[in-house]
């Protein structure tokens, strides 16, 4: 069978044999992590979401796949690095935040989705980094298949990381040129350039900046250097990450060994799963490093399954 042109990639979109035509073509599970955060007076709420989602549905029509369900809620407001009114200064918070450990859950409760509707692999990728998450997550990604003997082959990372061959013409700093041109591919009726010199209307009492950010959290000097995001640059970034999410589809399913009889657990099962999950592994969570932990780039070394007895 091959692979429809038309076909749709979403499962929310899809009628039962559509997914089922779907699955059989290519049993992998893609899943966008993002949020609504302020990147800019330019860039609507949304783009890490955006940009993963619409990156895996580019991915899953090249490749074959289907897209999970959405889930725009992340890692922001931490009490011990509240990243988003630190840089920013609007005097409040306008992202869909939720904590780590709700996060991480959430993406247990994924993964188990992924391997009990068949698929033989989940590729998860996040819009929206903090501090070394991708380790993180994949350490839950380990976990389950260590702890339940799941031949469902999983895979974390930063859509940033799928791209390591940038040129001098990409600027990644949050809300630069390099997301920013992505989402110009994506939802161009989101991004307004002409916003980049409009007047601030929030207050000029809580109004500010760092060292690296604007109000709004827009780049120091974004579109002040002569340089500007482009749908051009967009395409070229795309096509390379898109092909990166190709191989890494291949190499999963590549190391797939099916288990006989096998069910994933049930939702009672993973709760046990998550309550050993947190007690042995939290202390080594990287998104839960402090401000200053994370400037110094420290990163919480995980001592091994062994080592905690696993």
């Known amino acids: 069978m091959s692979l429809k042109k038309t076909q749709k990639v979403n499962w929310m979109d899809m ?3 559509e997914f089922y035509d779907a699955q059989n073509y290519c049993p992998v599970c893609y899943m966008a992590y993002g949020l609504a955060e302020p990147h800019g007076t330019y860039n609507a709420l949304g783009i890490d979401w955006y940009n993963a989602q619409s990156l895996l549905e580019f991915a899953a029509k090249k490749h074959g796949g289907i897209v999970a369900p959405p889930f725009a809620w992340h890692i922001q407001e931490q009490p011990y690095y509240d990243w988003e009114m630190d840089c920013c200064g609007m005097g409040m918070s306008l992202s869909s935040s939720i ?24 590729i998860l990728v996040s819009g929206h980094n903090v501090s070394d998450l991708d380790k993180d997550m994949n350490l839950l990604c ?14 974390a990372v930063y859509s940033t990381d ?38 601030l209307n929030v207050p000029i009492k809580i109004a500010g900046e760092n060292e690296r950010f604007d109000t709004y959290c827009a780049p120091k000097n974004f579109g002040r250097d002569g340089r500007l995001p482009s749908s051009e640059l967009g395409w070229i970034l795309i096509d390379k990450k898109v092909k990166r999410l190709g191989e890494i589809k291949n190499e999963l399913l590549g190391r797939y060994e099916p288990v006989n009889d096998w069910k994933a657990p049930s939702i009672i099962d993973t709760e046990e799963l998550w309550a050993r999950f947190v007690f042995i592994t939290k202390r080594y969570w990287n998104c839960l490093l402090t401000k200053e932990e994370a400037k110094k780039g420290m990163s919480h070394e995980f001592p091994g399954w062994d080592a905690l007895g696993e």
Do not use: W
């Open 15 to 17: 009628f039962p044999d």
């Open 162 to 199: 799928l791209v390591d061959d940038l040129g001098p013409e990409y600027d990644s700093h949050h809300a630069g040129i390099t997301e920013t041109c992505e989402f110009m591919v994506y939802k161009p009726e989101l991004v307004d350039l002409g916003r980049l010199n409009k007047p």
């Open 142 to 155: 380990e976990f389950y298949r260590r702890r339940t003997g799941s031949p469902v082959q999983l895979r």
């Open 99 to 122: 904590t780590e450990e709700l996060f991480l859950h959430n993406i247990l409760h994924h993964i188990r989705n992924i391997d009990g509707k068949g698929f033989h692999a989940g």
